[in-house]
Every structure is written in structure tokens, then in C-alpha cells.
């Protein structure tokens, strides 16, 4: 059965995995007799570690690329993980916390590193404050206990799943090349045997923009996806080593400019890329759809955040609003940057062992926060 979705907690995703979750509008600017504050940080508390090696992944390489390889472990260890914890709740003011926790692959951590994460939450939960967690996954590890878990504890599951088999084997596969269809539809099965809250989310790349009534026909039917998300893929050919915006005024592409097509000849961008018209032409095809079949039934993200943006408030999606950097993503050496889109070491804006997360967050040391203190 498609449940009937909230519309005050929407939520978005980084372009590989990450759900980023928004926390309602506030009616009041007040909360407990005091200025309302909220921020969200992506926890990667296994970094860049995955167990399986999708062709379009961006994080795969930032193990190469960030400085906690060098000097810590690949996995936030205990003191690190109830240090942040406590630290995310304090320097928050608001009625609900929302936690996210991301990797790579995150379970490959183990479910007693997520038991241990419940119980430092409700160790320092303030009265009348609710937590949530949201966790993002490739699906390949989850079992019955997983699914137990997470059901007991209310977590919202991200499932990435990027259409039928033939779509999805394309570009997630496993270290050995084969693709990984079986087993996320083996999670598909456990989060519905076990009634998880989850969430969809499907990249479109050259070839899943390519069928997006067959995708969202899949997800609709076979899935019983009940919220679902669709993130373009763009990178350019030099993402594994380059930093976004560090282009030179007179270098950057222009919309129009032929270099921006993936596939074309002298393309700056990578061949599994979306093309601006592709995604444009994939969101058109399955809003058709949707909007003479599933409104009220089927959640898509997109569309709703749109509507959102339609009725005169901010776009709920940071690409589509006037403002970003209040989403922080910190690796497992504490190290945080302004975005999980910004994991280089150009965007580091601190570390939580010296640095307090909201003064981060709400710092205009933040090289692409742009209006987040206007907002404030
Ligand atoms: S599941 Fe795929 S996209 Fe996500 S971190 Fe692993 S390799 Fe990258």
C-alpha cells in the first residue's frame, strides 16, 4: 500500500545517496522562549567506504582525495560519534532534530554502531524535543535484524535503486563488476515485510533518462516506492581531483555551450552524465504520468518541492532555492565542509573538535553560503 506522505518534512538527496532531511518551517521564529535554531550536518561516519563500486559514484574518490585517510581511522569511533551527537543536539533549538547518517555504505558499520548511535541520542534528548534518524543505503546489506532495527526506531531509509534491472546494473555494480539488482530488490521485499519508512532515490544518468516512464512505471508498481526522488547526474571529467567553482571567470561553460553535453567530442563532462534537456524531457515525461494518475498517492520529491516554491515559499531543494550552506557534511575524522557536494579541501569550514557546528554552519567562512544569514 502507498502511504499518504507529509508534506512538511520534505527531504532531498545528494546526487549519489544522502537523503538531506528539512525540518518543517517553523510557524514561530521562537522555540522554548527562545530564537529557533536548526542546521543539518550529513554524518559520513565510515566516509567514503562502500562495498560495492558504482561507475558514477563521487565519493568513491574522495578517499584519495581528503585528509582524514591519512591521519584517522576510515570510522568514527566512539568518543568522535557521542561527541558529535551531543554537539548536533546542544547547538539546535527547535522541536524536532533530524539526524543523517551516509556513507559510502554506512551499515557496513554494523547495526551495534547504530544501537550505540540510539542510545547517545536518548542519553542527551531534551525534554519534549523529538529525534529522527534517516539513513541512506544501497540496500546490499540489509537483513531481517537491520530491517527489526530500524523499524523499532523509526528511521526513514533512503534506498537507491535507479530503475528495472537492465537500468540499474548499468552503472551500480560490485567490486567485481556485476550488478547489484537482486539484492536491493531483496531490500525492497525486508523494508516492506518489516514496514520501514523509506524513500526511493534513482540518479538519471545518459541512459536512465533515456526511459523515464519505464522507471517510474518500476518504482510505482513493482517497488510500491512511496516517496520518490530523482537526481540528475553531472560531473565533470575532473571531479575526482577539482573542487565545483574553481573555474576562472573566463573559462566557465555557458548554458548552450557544446562542451556541457556529455558525450560530445571535447565534453568536459563525464559520458554517464544527464544532458540539461535529457533531465528536463525526464522530469516532463513522468510528471504526465503522475499528475493524471497518482496525485495523493505517489510522493515525488521533486514536484512537491516545487509546488512548494509555486505557492510563495522557499524551494525546499537547495539547487532550486536562493539559498545553501546551511546543509553540512562531516567526514569521520570530524572534519566538515559546506556540502556534501563540496566534500574537497577548499570547502573545509572546520572540524567539530574545534569548532562549535552552528558557528560553522551560520559562518560566512562558507565559500558558497550565500544567503543562509539573511535567512537567520
Ligand atoms: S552505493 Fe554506489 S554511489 Fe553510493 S557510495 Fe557506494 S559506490 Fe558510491
Known amino acids: 500500500m502507498i502511504e499518504p506522505v507529509s508534506n512538511n518534512r520534505l527531504m532531498f538527496m545528494s546526487n549519489t545517496q544522502a537523503p538531506i532531511t528539512q525540518q518543517p518551517f517553523p510557524k514561530s521564529k521562537m522555540y522554548k522562549g527562545k530564537a529557533s535554531k536548526r542546521l543539518h550536518v550529513m554524518a559520513k561516519p565510515i566516509g567514503a567506504v562502500c562495498n560495492i563500486d558504482c561507475k558514477y559514484c563521487y565519493y568513491l574518490s574522495k578517499q584519495d582525495l581528503l585528509e582524514y585517510k591519512k591521519d584517522c581511522s576510515p570510522k568514527m569511533n566512539d568518543e568522535m560519534l557521542e561527541a558529535y ?189 544527464v544532458s540539461d534537456h535529457a533531465w528536463g ?11 493524471q494518475h497518482d496525485i495523493g498517492k505517489v510522493f515525488v520529491q521533486y514536484f512537491e518541492a516545487s509546488l512548494e516554491a509555486w505557492m510563495g515559499r522557499r524551494n525546499p531543494l537547495c539547487t532550486l532555492s536562493d539559498l545553501c550552506g546551511k546543509g553540512l557534511a562531516m567526514e569521520p575524522n570530524g572534519d566538515v565542509f559546506t556540502c556534501d557536494h563540496y566534500v574537497y579541501p577548499e570547502y573545509k569550514i572546520g572540524n567539530i573538535h574545534h569548532d562549535k557546528l552552528d558557528k560553522m554552519a551560520f559562518s560566512k567562512s562558507s565559500k558558497i553560503l550565500v544567503l543562509a544569514s539573511q535567512e537567520r
Not at 90 to 116: A, R
Not at 177 to 203: D, N, P, S, W
Not at 252 to 262: T, V
Open 85 to 273: 551527537i551531543r554537539q548536533y543536539i546542544e547547538v539546535q533549538n527547535t522541536p524536532e532534530i533530524i539526524f543523517s547518517w551516509q556513507g559510502g555504505e554506512p551499515t557496513m558499520l554494523g547495526l551495534p554502531y547504530f544501537e550505540k548511535i540510539v542510545e547517545f541520542q536518548k542519553k542527551y534528548q531534551p525534554e519534549g524535543v523529538t529525534i529522527s534518524n534517516d539513513l541512506q543505503t544501497n540496500g546490499t546489506l540489509l537483513n531481517d535484524k537491520w530491517c527489526e532495527f530500524l523499524k523499532a526506531n523509526n528511521f526513514l531509509v533512503g534506498l537507491s535503486i535507479d530503475g528495472p534491472e537492465m537500468l540499474h546494473n548499468a552503472y551500480r555494480t560490485n567490486r567485481a563488476g556485476k550488478g547489484t539488482f537482486k539484492q536491493v530488490m531483496a531490500a525492497v521485499e525486508l523494508l516492506h515485510k518489516h514496514e520501514v519508512r523509506f524513500a526511493t532515490l534513482t540518479c538519471v544518468n545518459n541512459l536512465t533518462s533515456q526511459n523515464a516512464l519505464e522507471i517510474y512505471r518500476f518504482l510505482r508498481d513493482e517497488v510500491k516506492s512511496p516517496q520518490m526522488q530523482f537526481i540528475p547526474i553531472v560531473e565533470q571529467k575532473s571531479f575526482r581531483t577539482t573542487a565545483p567553482q574553481t573555474w576562472s571567470v573566463n573559462e566557465q561553460p555557458m548554458q548552450g555551450d557544446k562542451r556541457l553535453i556529455p558525450g560530445n567530442a571535447n565534453s568536459i563532462m563525464e559520458p554517464w552524465c
Open 281 to 291: 524531457n525526464f522530469l516532463i515525461t513522468i510528471f504526465d504520468e503522475w499528475v
